[in-house]
């Protein structure tokens, strides 16, 4: 149960509070009755009725980050690992054994995200109705599943088969496990954590090159040899990982057996404050707030920011060992392995300095633009060059600027809805479009366009340049829309509409701003 010393009303300051108790058990229950279901921890501007110490929510949200992160992120590893090993099976062998020519390769690649863009929307909605603490484990364990089953197939058709499996189950990883943190922290907040996950899509280059790489040094493992004992290992250990999350995940506060009371108290009233007229924090779902959380304007356009976004990202995970071999044709495959690892660590560091500015000023927009300067650079130096140190140094720019555009993305469509539903049905849109990107990446490189690969630079500088267009435009918009929403009148505009159907107005809400 909160204190009055650590929560405060907004009107009355703590330096002026009496000592009466009576007075104390008032405040108490304002802080219930922002926590609790059936009544709005915001007024009608969005402005919320309590006031939070800052201590207290900093240890709370330390132990939230103890009990929750380190486990998706672990999922989130092994699901990008099993999904981005393929380019590392192509080195060692995979065509020859499977007996594919020409464009197959890409064509396995695209099966993959045909199921993933479809299962998006569905994945995530069931995510919802579920519950994160079940659904996500039970993704995890079906996609170690199918990556394991990838270790015995014998033909294109079969890995086409495995791989289509492969994206139904790993399609609601991203937008599920974001939309599992949107319950735990508040808007600026959140962007920080989805990079904490999202940083292992680079690690997972980097620590599947260097994995794959000791894997490969092996003769076999019982009767599994080559490029199929990449992924045995990667998908048995993917299904532990997974079981052990069944035991570990919770669906929310209210059911962490490691939180007090008080803490539970704390952590949905923070995360209720910033929700406009909300009376509960998970809510039921409806038509009108899933429709309006994919009918909306900068949820939509930050999808189509993504899309592009992906295209270079997803690019570089099926591509970069390819791209290194054309850098280096002579080097032997394990040392080709390695030299894929670098430009991911560099990535990985900066998936996380971005959002943490972002979190610091509460600001995402601004951010988006600046990463697509950097991505373009890299493909200028790849498109401009045959140097084999200057193209090298090309992957590390585009890997400092476009694997941070994940968290950023997400985090943004997240604080551009208000209810539960809208934000499960926003995290998916984002997805389901930013990956129609990685459909595009497959093909984006294809054998007859090597080594120099003009067309697929081509088209990722092309991709990047129009990012910068698209986020720039997004930021004014939103900023003189929300100088329009100052000169309502919200109190008239609210005037005949029921509770329930203020809660379900979203981004329609004259009182809603957007968030920068």
């Known amino acids: 149960m909160a204190t009055p010393e ?15 108790s009576g007075f104390e058990q008032r405040i108490e229950k304002d802080v219930h009755l922002a926590a609790e279901e059936g009544y709005a921890a915001t007024d009608s501007h969005g402005v919320p009725i309590v006031e939070f110490d800052r201590l207290a929510e900093r240890r709370l949200r330390n132990k939230i980050d103890i009990m929750v992160v380190p486990t998706v992120s672990l999922l989130y ?14 080195l060692a062998g995979l065509e020859a054994d499977l007996g594919m020519t020409g464009n197959d390769y890409n064509v396995l690649l695209s099966i993959f995200f045909v199921s993933y863009i479809v299962m998006e929307v569905p ?5 919802k109705r579920i519950g994160p603490g079940w659904f996500l484990p039970f993704l995890g364990f079906g996609f170690g599943v199918a990556s394991l089953a990838m270790a015995f197939v014998r033909d294109l058709p079969a890995a086409c088969g495995v791989r289509f499996l492969l994206g139904m189950f790993e399609s609601g990883m991203m ?8 319950r735990w922290y508040r808007r600026s907040e959140l962007v920080f954590r989805i990079s904490l996950f999202l940083v292992m899509a680079p690690l997972a280059g980097a620590f599947g090159g260097l994995l794959a790489s000791g894997i490969l040094s092996l003769s076999s493992i019982g009767s599994v040899r080559a490029w199929r004992m990449v992924f045995l290992v990667e998908g048995i250990i993917t299904m532990g990982l997974s079981l052990i999350a069944f035991a570990t995940l919770t669906d929310r506060p209210e059911t962490a057996r490691w939180l007090t009371q008080e803490e539970k108290t704390l952590a949905v009233a923070r995360v209720k404050s910033e929700r406009l007229d909300q009376t509960a924090v998970i809510d039921k779902a409806n038509g009108r707030r899933l429709w309006l959380g994919f009918w909306n304007p900068v949820v939509l356009a930050t999808a189509f920011i993504f899309l592009l976004n992906n295209i270079t990202v997803q690019g570089l995970a099926f591509f970069t060992p390819t791209i290194v071999s054309s850098i280096y044709p002579t080097y032997s495959t394990v040392q080709k392995q390695l030299y894929t690892v670098p430009p991911y660590v560099v990535g990985a560091v900066f998936e996380v300095v971005f959002p943490l500015l972002s979190w610091r000023t509460d600001k995402r927009q601004i951010f988006i ?4 300067p950097l991505t373009m650079m890299g493909y200028i130096m790849f498109l401009a060059s045959t140097d084999t140190k200057v193209r090298y140094a090309a992957t590390f720019f585009t890997a400092i600027s476009c694997f941070a555009v994940g968290a950023l993305s997400n985090a943004q469509v997240a ?4 209810s539960d539903s809208a934000r499960s049905m926003s995290l998916a849109t984002n997805m ?7 459909l595009v990446a497959t093909w984006s490189y294809l054998s007859w366009d090597g080594p120099d ?15 910068l267009l698209v986020a720039t435009a997004v930021l004014l918009w939103m900023n003189a829309d929300n100088k329009r929403r100052d000169t309502l009148d919200v109190a008239k505009e609210l005037e005949g509409f029921t509770q329930a159907e203020i809660e379900s107005l979203e981004w329609k809400h004259p009182g809603w701003r957007w968030k920068p």
Request: positive net charge; contains cysteine; charged residues 10%.
């Open 175 to 182: 937008p599920g496990i974001s939309y599992y943190l949107s």
């Open 453 to 467: 690969y003009p067309i697929g630079n081509g088209l990722n500088l092309a991709a990047s340049s129009t990012l």
């Open 77 to 90: 590893l092994f699901c990008f690992i099993d999904r981005s090993n393929i380019g590392n099976a192509r």
């Open 123 to 127: 994945s995530n909605l069931a995510c």
């Open 432 to 438: 389901m479009l930013g990956n129609v990107g990685g």
């Open 415 to 418: 604080a551009q809805v208000i």
């Open 6 to 20: 650590k929560i405060s009303t907004n009107s009355e300051k703590r330096d002026t509070l009496p000592e009466s």
């Open 369 to 372: 633009v600046f990463t697509a």
